[in-house]
């Protein structure tokens, strides 16, 4: 009998503090004319002081595990996506899983830039597919707020901090995760960089005088690399399922610059509808963006049972990363209201009015 890889469930988590173009405007030389016509980003939200990569993480998860009926310690193992850990060691996934009380859980982080989630999935649909694990939670999140500097209006307009996390379930049902492409050449590497804190170049006095621990952007190369590998590894995954682009009912793109999303999907041929945006309200969340592009789309009614979705992500390194996914789930095992998070169905604003 074929095991299959299903998602069984799904949830995200966003900090509640809304940081708006117009209050950049007060900190760089930028202005919200300049960030909606270059990126489509209007806001994007920033961890409160108490908020960690972790603390993102388990309330995403908790949500997934959740809609799943999954109990912390049925799960197996913990594949967490992400570029701002809380710290260089240990892994993030190893607090995440003391924190939720995923006592029988494996885990491990995967570095793979904003291509993380994806390339999570593809991880996780391995270690299903091969028996060795039945319930594997995969998290994409971001606290990139800790990472940007204040002062270089090239890169801190673009970024924001969100979890999302959904459980990857063994199943004899048909469906679930089909075909996939992942994708990474070095030659980039500048392109998206923290030069310092790592081995190639220790944190020193100077290197955090020079703010060489936040993250430095070549934007343009970025961009001309985004538009021609996304469409690349769009259509190489589609291959690996069996499938053309006709076939696919959704696409949940990573959310970096809507212009790139409208670019590939000219490439693609695909039509602007089947294509979930949200980078309005969130910025690029990196690792996050996908999961939460995802879990918005299934509140929003855009994904069924039956449906084929399609998620491309891109990031530093270069990588890229491509997955297809007949959803099985039944949407409204989640009560998710179109973007808003949500506790166990409920949605946040109730939940922060009932512990008043
Ligand atoms: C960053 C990006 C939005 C810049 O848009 P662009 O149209 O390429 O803009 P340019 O790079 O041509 O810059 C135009 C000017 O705007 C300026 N500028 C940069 N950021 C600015 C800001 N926040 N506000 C106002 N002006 C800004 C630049 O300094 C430049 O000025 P100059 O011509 O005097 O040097 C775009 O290159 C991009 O989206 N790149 C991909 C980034 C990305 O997706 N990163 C994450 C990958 S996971």
Same mark, same amino acid.
């Given at each position: 009998? =074929?095991?299959?890889?299903?998602?069984?469930?799904? &949830?995200?988590?966003?900090p509640?503090?809304?940081?708006?173009?117009?209050?950049?405007?007060?900190?760089?030389? =930028?202005?919200?004319?300049?960030?909606?016509?270059?990126?489509?980003?209007?806001?994007?939200?920033?961890a409160?002081?108490? #908020?960690?990569?972790?603390?993102?993480?388990v309330?995403?998860?908790?949500?997934?595990?959740?809609?799943?009926?999954? #109990?912390?310690?049925?799960?197996?193992?913990?594949?967490?996506?992400?570029?701002?850990?809380?710290?260089?060691?240990?892994?993030?996934?190893?607090?995440?899983?003391?924190?939720?009380?995923a006592?029988n859980?494996?885990?491990?982080?995967?570095?793979?830039?904003?291509?993380?989630?994806?390339?999570a999935?593809? %991880?996780?649909?391995a270690?299903?597919?091969?028996?060795?694990?039945?319930?594997?939670?995969?998290?994409?999140?971001?606290?990139?707020?800790?990472?940007?500097n204040?002062?270089?209006?090239?890169?801190?307009?673009?970024? &924001?901090?969100?979890?999302?996390?959904?459980?990857?379930?063994?199943?004899?049902?048909?469906?679930?995760?089909?075909?996939?492409?992942?994708?990474?050449?070095?030659?980039?590497?500048?392109?998206?960089?923290?030069?310092? &804190?790592?081995?190639?170049?220790?944190?020193?006095?100077? %290197?955090?005088a020079?703010?060489?621990?936040?993250?430095?952007?070549?934007?343009?190369?970025?961009?001309?690399?985004?538009?021609?590998?996304?469409?690349e590894s769009?259509?190489?995954?589609?291959?690996?399922?069996?499938? =053309?682009?006709?076939d696919?009912?959704?696409?949940?793109?990573?959310?970096?610059?809507?212009?790139?999303?409208?670019?590939?999907?000219?490439?693609?041929?695909?039509?602007?509808?089947?294509?979930?945006?949200?980078?309005?309200k969130?910025?690029? =969340?990196?690792?996050?963006?996908?999961?939460?592009?995802?879990? #918005?789309?299934?509140?929003?009614?855009?994904?069924k049972?039956?449906d084929?979705?399609?998620?491309?992500?891109? &990031?530093?390194?270069?990588?890229?990363?491509?997955?297809?996914?007949?959803?099985?789930?039944?949407?409204?095992?989640?009560?998710?209201?179109?973007?808003?998070?949500?506790?166990?169905?409920?949605?946040?604003?109730?939940?922060?009015?009932?512990?008043?």
């Amino acid at each position: 009998m =074929t095991t299959n890889a299903l998602i069984t469930g799904w &949830g995200m988590y966003v900090p509640s503090r809304v940081m708006t173009n117009d209050d950049l405007a007060k900190i760089v030389d =930028t202005s919200d004319e300049w960030i909606v016509s270059r990126t489509g980003i209007h806001e994007r939200r920033i961890a409160a002081d108490d #908020e960690t990569t972790t603390t993102l993480s388990v309330n995403a998860s908790r949500d997934a595990l959740a809609v799943a009926g999954v #109990e912390p310690g049925e799960v197996d193992l913990i594949v967490l996506g992400t570029c701002s850990p809380d710290y260089p060691l240990p892994a993030t996934s190893t607090t995440v899983a003391r924190d939720l009380g995923a006592t029988n859980a494996a885990a491990f982080d995967l570095q793979a830039a904003c291509s993380g989630f994806v390339y999570a999935m593809a %991880t996780a649909n391995a270690f299903v597919r091969s028996g060795m694990y039945r319930n594997v939670l995969v998290i994409g999140v971001e606290v990139l707020s800790r990472f940007m500097n204040w002062k270089d209006r090239n890169t801190c307009v673009l970024f &924001g901090d969100g979890a999302g996390a959904v459980l990857v379930q063994a199943s004899d049902r048909p469906g679930g995760m089909s075909g996939f492409h992942l994708f990474a050449d070095g030659t980039g590497f500048e392109g998206i960089i923290v030069p310092a &804190g790592g081995s190639a170049c220790p944190a020193t006095p100077q %290197t955090v005088a020079d703010g060489l621990h936040t993250v430095h952007m070549a934007g343009r190369d970025v961009y001309k690399y985004a538009t021609r590998q996304l469409a690349e590894s769009a259509l190489a995954a589609v291959r690996d399922a069996g499938l =053309t682009m006709d076939d696919i009912d959704q696409f949940v793109f990573h959310q970096a610059n809507l212009r790139i999303i409208e670019n590939v999907a000219k490439q693609l041929d695909m039509p602007m509808e089947k294509t979930y945006i949200n980078i309005e309200k969130y910025g690029n =969340t990196s690792a996050a963006s996908v999961p939460m592009a995802l879990v #918005e789309a299934v509140a929003a009614g855009r994904i069924k049972p039956g449906d084929q979705v399609l998620m491309v992500a891109f &990031g530093a390194g270069f990588t890229a990363a491509a997955a297809v996914v007949e959803w099985t789930a039944d949407p409204a095992r989640a009560f998710l209201a179109p973007g808003s998070q949500t506790r166990l169905g409920r949605p946040q604003r109730q939940l922060e009015e009932a512990a008043v």
